[in-house]
């Protein structure tokens, strides 16, 4: 049980308001994430329905009952900060028993609870150390089932995997995916990495300034972006969006090609250019070309590995059928 | 200070310092050991030559010894009780963001600019005066009989002095350690169903017990030696004489070197076992 329903919920600092009137429903069981450029108000938003922040107008309702004013602890809601504000004095076991002793739940339930989220994150062994004594996985392990012994109605995920290294964070995204799964309990989750919201999400909420640009599954974002925002916040490495004459060619005031998405040649194509850059992961090359007469610079992804140097002449051809295209006010033509 | 021509050119440098600091210490320490095992009588019959322990085994026998330990324990632990518990609630309260929060930090702080001397004076004379003080007034407002403070309640004033003095202390350390809590870990308390009071008990005062600590070392350190208080105020009557102020009794008013000197080193032994309680207790705090 844990649908949210946030309707025309506004916020304001003092004269500022971060959060346009806004509605949203996260549907039971579902795993939304929130993506959006820094100080989009994401962050904020996850509070908001956390009850750390006050809404300044609106109604938040959790499983059909309101609880714009339910204080944060009766919201039956759990939440993972960035820094995972593990209580640095308190043994991991303690830890996780805090929310059950604070409930007044009785010492067997309590040990018992304990028991089954330490073998379900791997805790066991770790139980009566410090989290000062544990590493950063562990730590953001222990925020977790601190989560878990609640069986909240839904976990809220402030950006969890923020302060991990890169190789702990793609563990983390796949655990934390894993637990959903195993769970089925609703989980919202805040991120700025596109990567992490198109790879755990089933709803991805992409925001801009307290407004939602667009709501819909990942590959719904990927293929057809509702505006040129979206268009170029989904996607790794960015989508090369173009204007001018090149662009009205295609249909549109702005259009848009994938890296993915063009073809390459050493002798004929649509675009002629300079390479620039050349990026060799080993599994792909990310090849920048200049001087194509469009706006900028386009990127190119190439499969596999490719020989060209630095100022060679390189020629591309967009594929039509994958070109997004936009009007003035940034909408995508369909 | 990485290489040996670094290292020893600092060792250089700080040697002035390490030398003064060190002769500032020694020389009266030394004296003190010295005079305290002689007969030493400046207005009758000056240096009398070596006494052994007498002087030591004389200080502990007298009738005052011991009441000036006992009041000079509770001196200091009074003042701890009272200036933890306030400091602590000072802090919380000066945390909370307010209209012109610099100024009142300011205020508070201002006490311990105030000299000892000058600010028993004031205490005194200005506030616990039975006839012209302002806490008489208060109290004859009240239709109350005003309190001779210094006579009938001498050690509770002291103590009450010496707490406004050192509570800005206390209130400084234990504010900057509240300001280091993360914020996140007061939120996670609060999703976690911990009311005000039991997020002030489980996470706000396990934050500060290092900082408490810290205070209560430095404190007592300073505690035990507190003098200029007692002297403007009652002048070691009415059972507020401490261990030092003994001391200085011993010296001054009955022209005994020797046997103050004595009393002297007594009082480092106790400062020194104090110190190395008070260092285990914040050496395992620190630990963890």
Avoid at chain 1, 63 to 78: F, H
Wanted: glycine residues 8%; aromatic residues 8%; charged residues 20%.
């Amino acid at each position: 049980m844990g649908q949210i329903t946030l309707k025309q919920v506004t916020k304001s600092f003092g004269d500022v308001q971060v959060i346009p009137p806004l509605d949203l429903t996260i549907e039971d069981g579902e795993f939304t994430v929130f993506v959006g450029p820094s100080g989009c108000g994401k962050s904020t938003l996850l509070r908001l329905i956390a009850g750390l922040e006050d809404i300044t107008t609106g109604h938040i309702e959790i499983d059909g009952k309101d609880a714009t004013d339910v204080v944060p602890a009766k919201r039956g809601l759990a939440m993972v900060f960035q820094s995972y504000a593990l209580y640095p004095h308190m043994s991991v076991r303690k830890n996780i028993a805090f929310p059950l002793k604070m409930a007044g739940m009785d010492k067997a339930e309590i040990d018992k609870r304990i028991a089954n989220a330490a073998s379900v994150l791997n805790l066991t062994d770790y139980l009566d150390r410090r989290p000062g004594q544990l590493s950063g996985g562990q730590r953001q392990r222990v925020a977790i089932g601190r989560a878990i012994v609640r069986e909240p109605a839904a976990f809220l995920f402030d950006e969890p995997l923020s302060n991990l290294d890169a190789a702990l964070r793609v563990g983390m995204r796949l655990e934390i995916s894993e637990l959903h799964e195993r769970l089925k309990t609703t989980m919202i989750y805040v991120t700025h990495d596109q990567v992490e919201a198109m790879t755990m999400a089933d709803k991805i909420v992409v925001l801009r300034a307290g407004h939602i640009e667009q709501v819909g599954s990942p590959l719904e974002l990927y293929h057809k972006p509702r505006n040129e925002f979206v268009a170029g916040f989904i996607g790794s490495p960015k989508m090369n969006i173009f204007g001018g004459v090149e662009a009205q060619k295609y249909g549109g005031v702005k259009a848009g090609i994938r890296p993915e998405h063009i073809d390459v040649s050493m002798t004929e194509g649509t675009w002629k250019g300079k390479v620039g850059v050349a990026e060799h992961l080993g599994s792909d090359t990310f090849i920048h070309v200049h001087d194509t007469g469009l706006d900028d610079m386009i990127t190119v992804r190439i499969t596999g590995d490719i020989s060209v140097r630095h100022g060679d002449t390189i020629y591309l051809t967009p594929q039509l059928d994958q070109m997004h295209k936009f009007d003035a006010q940034g909408l995508r033509i369909a | 200070m990485a290489t040996k021509a670094s290292r020893s050119a600092a060792r250089l440098m700080m040697a002035p310092a390490v030398i003064l600091l060190l002769g500032w210490m020694l020389v009266p320490l030394i004296m003190t050991l010295w005079f305290s095992f002689r007969t030493y009588l400046p207005l009758r019959g000056g240096d009398q030559g070596w006494t052994g322990f007498d002087n030591y085994v004389r200080f502990v026998s007298s009738s005052a010894f011991w009441p000036a330990v006992q009041t000079t324990l509770l001196i200091v632990l009074g003042v701890l009780v009272i200036t933890v518990c306030l400091g602590i609630l000072l802090a919380i309260l000066l945390d909370q963001p307010m209209w012109g929060q610099g100024v009142v930090r300011i205020l508070v702080i201002a006490p311990f600019f105030v000299m000892p001397t000058v600010s028993a004076l004031v205490w005194k004379n200005m506030f616990m005066d039975p006839v012209n003080g302002l806490l008489a007034h208060l109290w004859r407002f009240f239709g109350a009989e005003p309190v001779s403070w210094l006579s009938d309640a001498s050690l509770q004033s002291i103590i009450m002095i010496v707490s406004w003095q050192w509570l800005p202390f206390a209130t400084l350390i234990l504010l900057t350690a509240i300001q280091s809590l993360d914020s996140e870990q007061l939120e996670a308390a609060e999703m976690d169903g911990a009311p005000v009071l039991k997020r002030f008990f489980y996470i706000i005062l396990p934050h500060l017990s290092r900082a408490i600590t810290i205070v209560i070392l430095i404190q007592t350190i300073f505690l035990l030696a507190i003098f200029a208080e007692i002297f403007v105020t009652t002048g070691g009557a009415f059972g507020t004489r401490t261990l030092s102020y003994l001391i200085f009794q011993r010296v001054l008013e009955s022209q005994n070197v020797g046997l103050g000197s004595a009393g002297g080193v007594y009082a480092i032994i106790l400062a020194n076992i104090v110190a190395i309680f008070l260092m285990r207790i914040v050496g395992k705090n620190l630990d963890t």
